[in-house]
């Protein structure tokens, strides 16, 4: 129903040079762990920033506090230049910014299709006879998960029921679907197929395209450098740099995540090892 | 020992209070613990009774029930670690009580018995027994029922496993020489107790008279048997003011009263007798408040008392 | 597309589909209880047993039905039962006591008793302890406070009678009335029972509200990270018990116009017990109202016909226990049957 | 490696970090309910009323150790309260109909209670119906066994007295005695109380068995994934319940000599209550054994305390329930503050 | 504790030829969802066997039948020639067949160490004094993620609270620490950073060179050619593919993954849209 390359409305300008949403010396501690410390980020529309980071570097965490989900316990987080202090998800909903998250954020025992509009369901007719569109719900599912790759049988299985990487589609598709201005996608193609990931990856591209602003985790430094337009290196709750397209090559950058000249050192323990030629050449897919 | 603070103040209340009351004795306390559930209005009335007794007789009044034989005795041995001056309780399930009773004589509180137990407070060593033994009640309504020429009575447990309960019906039972069925209803479900009844006398269409245990009960039979299209008359153990008013309407057969007022009352005042005068009363035999059975003809006289909660 | 066309779904037939269904997987119970009475009681059978049991499930089913939204919602409502009584109790005193028109007493009772709900369900949300603990909290202090206003008030553990009241005639002919068609005696709370399995199945099914409670009790966490309001839900799903005990409570006030003041200890797990009998998860997300119909139904079923049966009353909590065990249990093999066919 | 070295870790002290533990932080309500009632109630304080106060909740605490445990598991037991009679009444009424040594009635009650047990584990895993409906139909059908049988045998609601049996001394030594220190008096279900406590924490923090307890309760399907023996775990759980029944059960028949066969009802609420009270999540996988104690201790105190305080009785509901919720919010509150205090 | 190249016990040789695991026309339905049929697969001593394809294929439903958490409808299921059929994965464990589940199989209000043992907790002492080791556990359980590149803070946490990507690396280390003969990993490096794929990688070598059979998932080609001698794909629940390595290019592999030509299309819209260069033609991490 909804191709972001054409359907969705382009956001309302913002003010020259202000960012839809910017983080500035954020912190966070979950009881005594210090998650995230003195982070900064900014988001522009139509520019895909990357966070990127070792595990339990605090990406997740960065993510919640865009999303709402988590109160950020220092610096300002002010999106298109009014400070904000999101206590529920749903003011940060409100104002534009669509979430996927790292756990999928889904109700195992509903429907696929309630699932898909849980929390913006469209109704229909009005008072009392004011009703949920189902036949729309359902329809709208079923085609934004074909297009997608995922064919399902029934939009009425429970989400639970579905493999995991189906699960993950339905949950970004929800997060295009509805995404206004700033969409956040938490590694959004760790489970999914070759195929799956290409057109998460084109969505991303389109979403830029179309004026939004959008954030991407993701661990595939050839997924980020591919649309990545800024890259934010987070490492045991701090930055650890970031960096703009131009500044950075494809190969900085894969060392950066990985932590450095660890990598080499495993790589070639790997090599040694095993006895295959190394790998073949051919771009990451889909690139 | 202090001259001031709460304690003086209390002190200053209660002689103030004191001259006021009808006695200048000291102000004991007095305990009652009662098998009772809670919100009964038999033991409201027996309360009230005792509460009546004690502002006359400058005593101040503690009372506690639990339905569990257990926490029965739990509180009356609360009652002894409170140190009060005399003691009144139910023995309803007197094997549970024995020992914490035996305990407080033992720590030198007098103890009365009241309502059930008449057998085994005369064996437990206590002042006295006021009340009435529930199967002689029970055999009260056997016999009331039989000169009404009844043939097949109901007998309605408001409370599973309940002695008190099972003593009335099987006192009926035996003086009975009908038929008589139990049915067991939840009695904290009032549209439970309705249907049940209804049920009961649809199922049997022979059943001319129900008799429920307790007061608030006799009216939803009342209406159960007018639902059912049942001609059964409708008696009930214990009476409040909706008890009396239907006996005078002629929508109840009878009522069997035991007065738990004068329960309440007596019980208390023969305490504070024992400790102002060492006196006794019933020679050893229980006194015995009831069975009373009260009709028509009665009711009227009553109705006021009911009302006012004392009957 | 139509989903049967898919070569990786096996055909299933219209009947089994319809069995997995919550709502009527588990009127296979009800029918099975209902089949065993009519051959083993003589008058179950009868029309005016028929009203009996149906009266004594609509007690049970009008509370049932906000109980089991409830637990879809992933919470527990044990003050429900004596909710009931206080809301009665409301209405009696505050009539008599103002010596007004009954209906202002019913109207008072209803705010006070919404605005109860609204304390259970502003505490769990707040403190965000289990509602067993909150509620088990109202259920011991609203058991308290009946007792010790009534007292305090009445003198007496219950109500002083109202029946002489203004306005009586009239609050009794919407809460307390019956029809009597032939022999058949219909009370007034079977139409509001049936009345509220339907609002509360079109709630459940197709509102947003109803969507939102399923979330609620199915992954809360999920539920409010994707924008639902489930403090608002919860509250109002307790809202919606005190709305369902008001009626209740009135019907109580109105058919035995005197209320004891220590009435409905218990019966909350009955409501409980309907919610679990009709298919009710106790973890929540999973039910529905039809559901906690057929459940009040099977237990009115099952404990007025072991009356009608004349079987020794002394054992009658075997047999409830034993029936109420076999219907659920047919009714979760049916499901499973239905669901597991390939 | 210290984890406090970590950079990622702020400082945090002693007391927070036993504060925030589930056995510590509920400990911190009893002290105030203690001295609350120290202060309001004169005879609270006295060595005796502390023996009266301990024994209630030991009475509680006894089965409140296994009722967390299984509440840890995942699971509920509504048959625990009746459990405890059904154990008092096989005892005595086997050895009175036998006219054989009470330990012998002892003994068949221990095979007979642990059988039940076993029969609530054995259908909850096998029919994968909610435990809520299966204890429900136990309890049920036991309470009507517990009346039909008493019935049947004795000819009343309560059993022979077996005052005068062989063995009955020993076995009372065992299960009811009580040694006077001073003026208090201590009751042997202390012991008991005490003893299951500390054999339950052994079990649950050092032993497999506790750590499928906590697994089987916090996911079964984890649990059964990475080989857990979740069916077998909670089985066990309920024959522990089933052990801790029959202790009670002949605390109450050595105790009191005669049993009444409608107790017992209700009380399994006591039970989970002192558990919740003590931190137990009702939804599973977390809680301890002493804190089931502490809630127990909770309950004694508040019970016990308002009776000592000479409050008004007609208003004793509502103050237990309003003091079990401060009780409870205060643990919670101070747990949460323990947790998050960075 | 234990580090697959030194500790782990060859496993008993099996009869030469024997597969230490061999699936035969194995179905699976699960009530009217087909979701597997007729799927065949050995499993090899020493061999590394890949199962490939798109989302819900039905590789975690061939996964679970593997390690005992749904019995097979039809065909056999064989362990070292022996026919069998669990009711358990407890069966399955004891048979030396340790797994990674997709969705991790962790219980999240326990303690790290905790779940790292659970269902093979190690005792001592003995009679009533048995007790878990408690030292032994925590110990092995920090060891076992340092050597993955994760410096826990506590192995006290609730696993719940770890980062995603933290969590996969207990199931992981778990898996590897008690897999006897069998290792199964479904999807293991789809929420791991650059470093700890390349981990557990190394760790999947070090089985195979250790006598063990793998069994692995992944929706990455580059790490399935990688380490696999035997790649399955599976399409829609049925075996489209079964390949030895020698057979096999990188780029068909991909493709076949991807459903063939569909990706050319797909990856050419990407390239038109996106201004950046194509990626690098380094070798995807930590090849
Ligand atoms: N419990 C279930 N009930 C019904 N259908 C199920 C269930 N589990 C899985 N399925 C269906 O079976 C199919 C195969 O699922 P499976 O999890 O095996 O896929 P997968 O190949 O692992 O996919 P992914 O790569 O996304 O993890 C999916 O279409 C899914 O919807
Ligand atoms: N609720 C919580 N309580 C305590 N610690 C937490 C909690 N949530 C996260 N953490 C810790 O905070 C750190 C950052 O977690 P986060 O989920 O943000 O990592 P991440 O960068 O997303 O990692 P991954 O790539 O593995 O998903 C982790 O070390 C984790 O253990
Ligand atoms: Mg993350
Ligand atoms: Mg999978």
Chains 1, 5 share one sequence.
């Not at chain 2, 329960?263 to 009363?281: F, K, P, S, V």
Request: glycine share 10%.
């Amino acid at each position: 129903m909804n191709d972001l390359t054409k359907d969705t409305p382009a956001p309302a300008p913002a003010p020259a040079g202000t960012p839809l949403v910017e983080l500035t010396g954020v912190s966070k501690s979950y009881g005594n762990v210090r998650a995230l410390r003195e982070v900064s980020l900014e988001v522009h529309a139509g520019e895909i920033t990357c966070v990127l980071g070792d595990n339990g570097a605090g990406k997740s965490t960065l993510i919640k506090i865009i999303a709402g989900l988590h109160p950020h316990d220092a610096g300002t987080y002010t999106i298109e230049g009014e400070q904000v202090r999101h206590t529920s998800p749903r003011e940060a909903l409100d104002r534009g910014i669509a979430t996927v998250y790292q756990d999928l954020a889904v109700v195992p025992l509903m429907p696929v299709w309630r699932n898909f509009f849980l929390g913006s369901e469209p109704t229909k007719g009005r008072g009392p006879l004011r009703r949920l569109d189902v036949a729309a719900m359902r329809g709208t599912t079923h085609q934004a998960l074909l297009r997608m790759g995922i064919d399902l049988r029934d939009v009425d299985q429970p989400i639970g029921t579905l493999s995991g990487g189906e699960r993950q589609c339905v949950a970004i598709a929800r997060a295009v679907h509805f995404g206004a201005k700033v969409l956040v996608l938490d590694e959004p193609t760790a489970a999914l197929g070759v195929k799956q990931s290409g057109v998460v990856l084109k969505y991303v591209a389109a979403a830029r395209d179309a004026g939004l602003g959008v954030v991407l985790i993701t661990h595939n430094p050839h997924h980020a450098y591919l649309v990545g337009d800024r890259f934010i290196l987070l490492k045991r709750g701090t930055m650890s740099g970031s960096h703009l397209k131009k500044d950075i090559t494809l190969d900085e950058l894969t060392r950066e995540m990985a932590g450095g000249s660890e990598l080499d050192e495993l790589t070639h323990e790997l090599m040694r090892r095993t006895t295959t030629a190394p790998p073949a050449t051919d771009p990451e897919n889909p690139a | 020992s202090s001259t001031g603070g709460k304690r003086a103040e209390d002190r200053a209340k209660r002689a103030a209070k004191a001259n006021s009351s009808a006695v200048n004795t000291p102000h004991w306390t007095f305990a009652m613990v009662t098998h009772s559930g809670a919100g009964d209005t038999f033991w409201d009335i027996v309360q009230s009774g005792a509460k009546q007794a004690a502002d006359k007789d400058n005593i101040k009044f503690l009372y506690s029930n639990s339905d569990q034989a257990n926490e029965q005795s739990q509180l009356v041995q609360a009652a002894i670690d409170q140190h009060v001056d005399g003691l009144v309780v139910t023995l309803a399930k007197p094997d549970a009580m024995k020992a914490v009773v035996l305990k407080a004589e033992k720590a030198g509180i007098p103890v009365i018995t009241i309502n059930s137990g008449s057998q085994e407070s005369k064996e437990f060593g206590t002042l006295g027994h006021i009340g009435q033994d529930e199967t002689i009640a029970g055999r009260a309504v056997g016999d009331e029922l039989n000169k009404r020429g009844k043939k097949h009575a109901l007998c309605v447990l408001h409370e599973q496993g309940n002695v008190g309960h099972e003593q009335r019906c099987a006192g009926a039972k035996a003086t009975f020489s009908g038929k008589m069925d139990n049915l067991y209803v939840d009695g904290t479900n009032m549209p439970d107790v309705l249907s049940a009844i209804q049920a009961k006398l649809q199922a049997d269409k022979s059943i001319d008279s129900v008799v429920t245990l307790g007061a608030p009960f006799a009216a939803t039979a009342v209406k159960a048997a007018d639902q059912a299209g049942s001609s059964a008359e409708v008696d009930t153990f214990d009476l409040n003011a909706q008890v009396a008013s239907s006996l005078k309407a002629g929508t109840l057969g009878f009522a069997v009263d035991q007065q738990p007022y004068l329960q309440g009352y007596e019980a208390i005042d023969l305490l504070w007798l024992y400790r102002y005068n060492a006196n006794t009363l019933g020679g050893g035999q229980p006194v015995l408040t009831g069975p009373q059975i009260v009709t028509k003809d009665d009711a009227d006289a009553l109705l006021a008392y009911t009302k006012r909660g004392t009957r | 597309m139509s989903p049967v066309d898919d070569e990786r779904l096996a055909p299933r037939s219209v009947v089994r589909r319809l069995l997995a269904r919550p709502e009527l997987g588990s009127a296979v119970g009800a029918v099975a209880v209902f089949v065993f009475f009519s051959i083993v009681a003589d008058s179950f059978l009868r029309a005016s047993s028929l009203g009996t049991v149906l009266y004594a499930s609509s007690t049970i089913g009008i509370m049932a039905v906000p109980v089991a939204l409830l637990m879809i919602g992933g919470e527990f409502d044990l003050s429900a039962g004596v909710l009931v009584t206080s809301s009665a109790l409301v209405s009696s005193m505050f009539s008599y006591q103002m010596t007004a028109n009954v209906w202002v007493g019913v109207g008072v009772s209803l705010l006070v008793t919404l605005a109860i709900g609204a304390f259970n369900g502003i505490l769990l949300v707040r403190t965000k302890l289990p509602s067993f603990i909150i509620t088990l909290g109202t259920f011991l202090m609203l058991t308290g406070l009946n007792l010790g206003f009534t007292k305090l008030i009445s003198g007496t553990v219950s109500t002083k009678s109202i029946s002489d009241m203004e306005g009586f005639p009239t609050a009794q002919d919407l809460f307390a009335s019956h029809w009597t068609i032939g022999s058949v005696d219909l009370q007034v709370t079977i139409a509001w029972w049936l009345g509220l399995v339907v609002v509360a199945t079109w709630v459940l099914l197709r509102t947003r509200a109803g969507n939102w409670i399923f979330a609620a009790g199915g992954n809360a966490d999920a539920a409010r990270a994707v924008g639902v309001p489930v403090a608002r839900t919860k509250i109002g799903l307790y809202m919606a018990v005190a709305f369902c005990a008001w009626i209740s409570g009135q019907h109580l006030l109105f058919s035995f116009d005197v209320v004891q003041s220590g009435e409905g200890v218990g019966n909350e797990f009955l409501y409980i017990i309907a919610a679990v009998i009709g298919g009710c998860l106790m973890t929540g997300g999973y039910g529905s109202a039809i559901g906690s119909a057929v459940g009040a139904f099977i237990f009115g079923m099952t404990n007025k016909g072991i009356v009608y049966a004349q079987w020794n009353p002394d054992w009658f909590k075997f047999f409830l226990g034993a029936m109420l065990l076999l219907a659920t249990l047919l009714n979760a093999w049916v499901r499973k049957r239905a669901e597991a066919a390939a």
